[in-house]
């Protein structure tokens, strides 16, 4: 602690002497602002809720009475944190109780009233034969309908500047490999259906693929790659590809199919990845912690958790309760102005067309969301869900949201696809205020986030919509929002230090839209934690959108 500094003073410039040295006489005195003032925790619980707070926040001390919203705190968050108190105190807290009662004192005077605590998530007993998880078997479902294609992939791409090591890279990519089982898991079938075969790390190297290329042609070059189609029957759902540019200039493509991953697995890839390219170019195995459970583990604990359909006391019977209320009487299709037909089965064709909301604007989004006691994810979807019903003259708007699914402190490091898929559904009056709408859709995301376990994979069946190739099911718009990234790492990419390499982001696309349209958006701040802006990209369908 003694080396610590006291105070910290932030200069356009150091000043320096005429010889060019530092003058450390004209640097300025740090000015002492007074001392956070909070009343601190009072029992062991709040203590420990305090931590936690710190540590999931990520800032350096939290009292009893901070705001954990105001703090940076949303919804994901709030998820890792329940999970986190879950684990260590053994208390079930909901994502209503946090914006309800977003302090460490108001948290800790609930307790008890969650009910028991879920059971958590350990290494269980694997049989001969693991099934998928239900988003699994819904992506193993379209493969054998549609054929292979690319439609499932998730690529990711770093521009690495300097002197590659190729065989450290090779080696990083078999200790990825064997980290995350899913990576070296094939999906086989038998008379029962498809389950998980996982193959051994000695019979599961991924290769590391050499392409040469010129900058002109590196976007066509990556482009297509990227459309690789996986058979996830025969292969392992993970091919990597490492561009040379030019000297010293490459481009790393790590293309993972759907079954394997989501958007919140990438990052934790890359990371994993270049931290383990670091310890292979010192010679030594990556030291990281071991994981403490598997996919397959997931896959088995999520049957468990939630039991059998039709048992009525089951998480699964009351969830399902819920959504069929909710979505009763849902539109099989919202009337969105088209520049042509939908066609009878869609081509997922599709196309990105770049956001920008400016600081100002964020800004009165986040004091609008403040003054409402939602989250800004809240008030986003609230101005789509309006602009949906202007455009379509309709006053019912289901929007589709991914969530992360990681309800248990043993999933935040681990590779695999969790995310599932809410239905938001907003009626929209065209007379009311919009702080009334923003309420309305404050209630309806805390009471699905309540019921967030249910596949949609299992919703669709048991809904049973209209169904068509010609669109997705029970919604068409998809609205996605990363508050995440920009909080947990200045680095876009999420990559770690690498030896003589600097690594940066570098767009690559597959081309396709699994739906009519998708923002996919994410904040930015500035240096001292002021809104900096919302950007994205509107990813649309070009079997019904034009570009312009």
Same mark, same amino acid.
């Given at each position: &602690?003694?080396?610590?500094?006291? $105070?910290?003073?932030?200069?356009?410039?150091?000043?320096?002497?005429?010889?060019?040295?530092?003058?450390?006489?004209?640097?300025?005195?740090?000015?002492?602002?007074?001392?956070?003032?909070?009343?601190?925790?009072?029992?062991?619980?709040?203590?420990?809720?305090?931590?936690?707070?710190? *540590?999931? !926040?990520?800032?350096?001390?939290?009292?009893?009475?901070?705001?954990?919203? +105001?703090?940076?705190? #949303?919804?994901?968050?709030?998820?890792?944190?329940?999970?986190?108190?879950?684990?260590? =105190?053994? *208390?079930?807290?909901?994502?209503?109780?946090?914006?309800?009662?977003?302090?460490?004192?108001?948290?800790?005077?609930?307790?008890?009233?969650?009910?028991?605590?879920?059971?958590?998530?350990?290494?269980?007993?694997?049989?001969?034969?693991?099934?998928?998880?239900?988003?699994?078997?819904?992506?193993?479902?379209?493969?054998?309908?549609?054929?292979?294609?690319?439609?499932?992939?998730?690529?990711?791409?770093?521009? =690495?500047?300097? +002197?590659?090591?190729?065989?450290?890279?090779?080696?990083?990519?078999?200790?990825?490999?064997?980290? #995350?089982?899913?990576?070296?898991?094939?999906?086989?079938?038998?008379? &029962?259906?498809?389950?998980?075969?996982?193959?051994?790390?000695?019979?599961?190297?991924?290769?590391?693929?050499?392409?040469?290329?010129?900058?002109?042609? !590196?976007?066509?070059?990556?482009?297509?790659?990227?459309?690789?189609?996986?058979?996830?029957? +025969?292969?392992?759902?993970?091919?990597?590809?490492?561009?040379?540019?030019?000297?010293?200039? #490459?481009?790393?493509?790590?293309?993972?199919?759907?079954?394997?991953?989501?958007?919140?697995?990438?990052?934790?890839?890359?990371?994993?990845?270049?931290? $383990?390219?670091?310890?292979?170019?010192?010679?030594?195995?990556?030291?990281?912690?071991?994981?403490?459970?598997?996919?397959?583990?997931?896959?088995?604990?999520?049957?468990?958790?939630?039991?059998?359909?039709?048992?009525?006391?089951?998480?699964?019977?009351?969830?399902?309760?819920?959504?069929?209320?909710?979505?009763?009487? !849902?539109?099989?299709?919202?009337?969105?102005?088209?520049?042509?037909?939908?066609?009878?089965?869609?081509?997922?064709?599709?196309?990105?067309?770049?956001?920008?909301?400016?600081?100002?604007?964020?800004?009165?989004?986040?004091?609008?969301?403040? *003054?409402?006691?939602?989250?800004?994810?809240?008030?986003?979807?609230?101005?789509?869900?309006?602009?949906?019903?202007?455009?379509?003259?309709?006053?019912?708007?289901?929007?589709?949201?991914?969530? $992360?699914?990681?309800?248990?402190?043993?999933?935040?490091?681990?590779?695999?696809?969790?995310?599932?898929?809410?239905?938001?559904?907003?009626?929209?009056?065209?007379?009311?205020?919009?702080?009334? !709408?923003?309420?309305?859709?404050?209630?309806?995301?805390?009471?699905?986030?309540?019921?967030?376990?249910?596949?949609?994979?299992?919703?669709?069946?048991?809904?049973?919509?209209?169904?068509?190739?010609?669109? #997705?099911?029970?919604?068409?718009?998809?609205?996605?929002?990363?508050?995440?990234?920009?909080?947990?790492?200045?680095?876009?990419?999420?990559?770690?230090?690498?030896?003589?390499?600097?690594?940066?982001?570098?767009?690559?696309?597959?081309?396709?839209?699994?739906?009519?349209?998708?923002?996919?958006?994410? *904040?930015?701040?500035?240096?001292?934690?002021?809104?900096?802006?919302?950007?994205?990209?509107?990813?649309?369908?070009?079997?019904?959108?034009?570009?312009?």
């Amino acid at each position: &602690e003694h080396m610590v500094p006291s $105070a910290f003073v932030i200069l356009d410039a150091l000043p320096l002497n005429p010889s060019g040295k530092l003058d450390r006489a004209a640097l300025p005195a740090p000015e002492y602002g007074p001392a956070q003032a909070g009343r601190a925790p009072r029992n062991p619980h709040e203590i420990i809720l305090c931590g936690l707070f710190a *540590e999931v !926040l990520g800032v350096p001390q939290v009292f009893i009475d901070d705001d954990f919203f +105001a703090l940076g705190g #949303h919804s994901l968050l709030a998820t890792r944190l329940a999970g986190r108190i879950r684990a260590t =105190l053994g *208390e079930e807290l909901t994502i209503r109780q946090f914006f309800e009662t977003p302090t460490v004192t108001g948290l800790a005077a609930t307790f008890g009233s969650g009910g028991p605590a879920r059971p958590p998530l350990v290494p269980g007993a694997r049989g001969a034969r693991v099934p998928l998880s239900s988003a699994q078997q819904r992506l193993w479902f379209l493969g054998r309908l549609e054929g292979r294609s690319h439609t499932y992939n998730v690529p990711t791409a770093l521009r =690495l500047s300097g +002197a590659v090591d190729r065989e450290a890279l090779a080696e990083a990519l078999d200790d990825l490999a064997e980290r #995350h089982e899913t990576l070296r898991t094939v999906f086989a079938e038998d008379a &029962e259906g498809p389950y998980q075969t996982v193959l051994a790390p000695q019979d599961a190297r991924p290769r590391l693929i050499l392409r040469e290329t010129t900058e002109d042609a !590196l976007v066509a070059a990556l482009d297509q790659e990227a459309r690789y189609a996986f058979d996830v029957g +025969a292969e392992p759902p993970l091919r990597v590809t490492l561009f040379t540019v030019g000297p010293d200039e #490459h481009v790393l493509l790590v293309l993972v199919h759907h079954i394997a991953t989501d958007g919140w697995s990438m990052p934790l890839l890359v990371r994993d990845l270049t931290a $383990a390219y670091a310890a292979r170019c010192r010679g030594e195995a990556p030291g990281w912690r071991p994981l403490p459970v598997q996919y397959a583990d997931y896959t088995l604990w999520q049957r468990e958790l939630l039991g059998a359909e039709d048992d009525p006391e089951s998480l699964a019977a009351r969830q399902l309760d819920h959504w069929r209320q909710a979505l009763a009487g !849902l539109p099989d299709e919202l009337d969105l102005p088209t520049d042509r037909p939908r066609p009878a089965v869609s081509s997922y064709r599709g196309d990105l067309l770049d956001v920008e909301i400016p600081a100002e604007t964020h800004a009165l989004l986040a004091r609008i969301a403040r *003054e409402n006691h939602a989250s800004l994810f809240m008030v986003v979807q609230a101005a789509l869900a309006a602009l949906l019903s202007k455009l379509s003259g309709s006053t019912d708007i289901p929007v589709g949201t991914p969530i $992360a699914g990681r309800t248990d402190e043993a999933l935040e490091d681990l590779v695999g696809f969790f995310a599932n898929t809410l239905v938001l559904r907003t009626e929209v009056a065209p007379d009311e205020p919009f702080t009334a !709408l923003v309420g309305k859709v404050r209630e309806t995301d805390l009471t699905a986030y309540a019921h967030q376990d249910v596949p949609f994979e299992r919703l669709v069946d048991v809904l049973n919509p209209v169904r068509s190739m010609a669109r #997705h099911p029970l919604f068409q718009t998809m609205l996605t929002f990363d508050n995440v990234a920009a909080r947990d790492t200045a680095d876009p990419v999420h990559a770690g230090p690498m030896p003589d390499v600097a690594a940066s982001g570098q767009g690559v696309g597959t081309g396709v839209a699994r739906f009519d349209l998708m923002f996919r958006l994410g *904040e930015r701040h500035t240096a001292d934690g002021a809104p900096g802006g919302i950007a994205g990209v509107l990813e649309y369908a070009a079997d019904l959108f034009d570009r312009d």
